[in-house]
């Protein structure tokens, strides 16, 4: 089983930036996706930004150009540089793997963390 361990989140003003991080431990080799996720209130988890296995990137249109998820292999960790943050940003944020197992696939969710932006 693979566990995520989240950190980063906070308060900023409008314009501000903050960076998210992700570690994960336990079985990293299955790892083949790990993104980020965030939910406000009453709606869906959306999807932030991905990063595979093989760096392929993937961002929602709302972040492009201001959001950047990287990772660190050698530390198993994943990063969302959030720039240019706006109050429509404030949400819960939430790691999440895509994990190989034998027959098939599994996520891990991280436990949240809070995101608020003020106008």
């Known amino acids: 089983q693979v566990q995520l361990v989240e950190s980063g989140g906070g308060w900023v003003q409008a314009g501000g930036s903050l960076r998210l991080s992700c570690a994960a431990s336990?079985?990293?080799?299955?790892?083949?996706?790990m993104g980020w996720y965030r939910q406000t209130p009453g709606k869906q988890r959306e999807l932030v930004a991905t990063?595979?296995?093989?760096?392929?990137?993937t961002y929602a249109d709302s972040v492009k150009g201001r959001f950047t998820i990287s990772r660190d292999t050698a530390k198993n960790a994943v990063f969302l540089q959030m720039n240019s943050l706006k109050p429509e940003d404030t949400a819960v944020y939430y790691c999440?793997?895509?994990?190989?197992?034998?027959?098939?696939?599994?996520?891990?969710w991280g436990q949240g963390t809070q995101v608020t932006v003020s106008s």
């Open positions: 999440k793997t895509l994990n190989s197992a034998m027959y098939g696939t599994y996520e891990t």
């Open positions: 336990g079985s990293i080799g299955t790892i083949r996706s």
């Open positions: 990063i595979t296995r093989f760096g392929t990137l």
